[in-house]
T-cell receptor, first 113, second 112 residues
């Protein structure tokens, strides 16, 4: 089955710094790569995604990059703010394939004011 | 408002007493999934459904049942709950070839 690993498991940064979270997957058929943000006590929410025919996607302060050859994709947050503090999850999908999904174990990001 | 609705939000029950957690989505999504979330273990998939009457096991299906008789509903059934099923449960849905999952608000289940 799919093996999904996230690194680091915890990340602490100062407000205004950048943060990068990496997700490594094993299934070469994966072709859709979402990132979810879960604030304390709330549901996970999709924040950004990328498809396999694109190398990078940006949305204001967040971006996702994909390296299909190396089978990893990364979440980049610039100019971090305290409201970015949350747990972030990745869960690669094979569109057109099985919906049996594996989520990364999560990265707890803390942004210190 | 487009959403996934789970009920109940909180539930305390006793070992062995059958229970059902309901899940309904109003977005006409084809795919639906159930996850449990435990500290240190992240989100683990219990069951998923790719269409009406089509369900399959995720990574942790033992002790759970599901059904998909209608497109919008995907209930999770615990026939004989045990304390190791104490967890936070999320239902989620998404479109075929669409975007990522939309999650419900979660159900915090305690089995004593």
């Amino acid at each position: 089955g799919e093996n999904v690993e996230q690194h680091p498991s915890t990340l602490s940064v100062q407000e205004g710094d950048s943060a990068v979270i990496k997700c490594t997957y094993s299934d070469s058929a994966s072709n859709y790569f979402p990132w979810y943000k879960q604030e304390l006590g709330k549901r996970p929410q999709l924040i950004i995604d990328i498809r396999s025919n694109v190398g990078e996607k940006k949305d204001q302060r967040i971006a996702v990059t994909l390296n299909k050859t190396a089978k990893h994709f990364s979440l980049h947050i610039t100019e971090t703010q305290p409201e970015d503090s949350a747990v972030y999850f990745c869960a690669p999908i094979t569109q057109g394939g099985s919906e049996k999904l594996v989520f990364g174990k999560g990265t707890k990001l803390t942004v210190n004011p | 408002e487009a959403q996934v609705t789970q009920n109940p939000r909180y539930l305390i029950t006793v070992t062995g007493k059958k229970l059902t957690v309901t899940c309904s989505q109003n977005m006409n999504h084809e795919y639906m999934s159930w996850y449990r979330q435990d500290p240190g273990l992240g989100l683990r998939q219990i069951y998923y459904s790719m269409n009406v009457e089509v369900t399959d096991k995720g990574d942790v299906p033992e002790g759970y049942k599901v059904s998909r008789k209608e497109k919008r509903n995907f209930p999770l059934i615990l026939e004989s709950p045990s304390p190791n099923q104490t967890s936070l449960y999320f239902c989620a849905s998404r479109r075929v070839a669409g975007y990522g999952y939309t999650f419900g608000s979660g159900t915090r289940l305690t089995v004593v």
